[in-house]
T-cell receptor
């Protein structure tokens, strides 16, 4: 079957760095996405990885290893507004870009 | 960035009535729109995929006669929850894939619609 795993909840301190891991097992792979979702709101796009390596975008970076079925989202210089759920999603089927979603990691930032 | 507008953002209705939710891409053409449902503290669950001008493809377990999806144009898709019941109460979110974004797969999400069925 197809499966995406990520931790349910993580806690970090304001100003620190946190890494949110995601492992996946899918039939085929056409890219991995990270989305941020604040409570009661729709998800917003953070990053997209289709090749191995690290993609850096400001305070956020995303890493992908296709051979290991593994990705992580790295958040630096944490701010209170980063408290949200972070969703890992994989396009594992076809070019219609139907995404397979992880359950999300709730990140709690403490002062 | 691209904007997707979803309306209404909140709706409360009586059991047995029908509710229509609209999803519009405001500044781009969307060949494909996705409809999701999200229950509290759970991840997004894909309900159906709609392509402009063709019938929607529903995920397993989603009743096509209960959740009617119409994608009449490249900028508008609608989801109608027919004969709504309290268990249909949920957060419904649409997303759109721009016609020109064929290589990125990036999706743009509407604001979501919170449906409460009494």
């Amino acid at each position: 079957g197809q499966n995406i795993d990520q931790p349910t909840e993580m806690t970090a301190t304001e100003g620190a760095i946190v890494q949110i891991n995601c492992t996946y097992q899918t039939s085929g792979f056409n890219g991995l996405f990270w989305y941020q979702q604040h409570a009661g709101e729709a998800p917003t796009f953070l990053s997209y990885n289709v090749l191995d390596g690290l993609e850096e975008k400001g305070r956020f970076s995303s890493f992908l290893s296709r051979s290991k079925g593994y990705s992580y989202l790295l958040l630096k210089e944490l701010q209170m507004k980063d408290s949200a759920s972070y969703l890992c999603a994989v396009n594992g089927r076809d070019s219609n870009y139907q995404l397979i979603w992880g359950a999300g990691t709730k990140l709690i930032i403490k002062p | 960035g691209a904007v997707v507008s979803q309306h209404p953002s909140r709706v409360i209705c009586k059991s047995g009535t029908s509710v229509k939710i609209e999803c519009r891409s405001l500044d781009f053409q969307a060949t494909t729109m996705f409809w999701y449902r999200q229950f509290p503290k759970q991840s997004l669950m894909l309900m159906a995929t709609s392509n402009e001008g063709s019938k929607a493809t529903y995920e397993q377990g989603v009743e096509k006669d209960k959740f009617l999806i119409n994608h009449a144009s490249l900028t508008l898709s609608t989801l109608t929850v027919t004969s709504a019941h309290p268990e249909d109460s949920s957060f419904y979110i649409c997303s759109a894939r721009p016609k020109l974004a064929v290589n990125t797969g990036e999706l743009f999400f509407g604001e979501g619609s919170r449906l409460t069925v009494l």
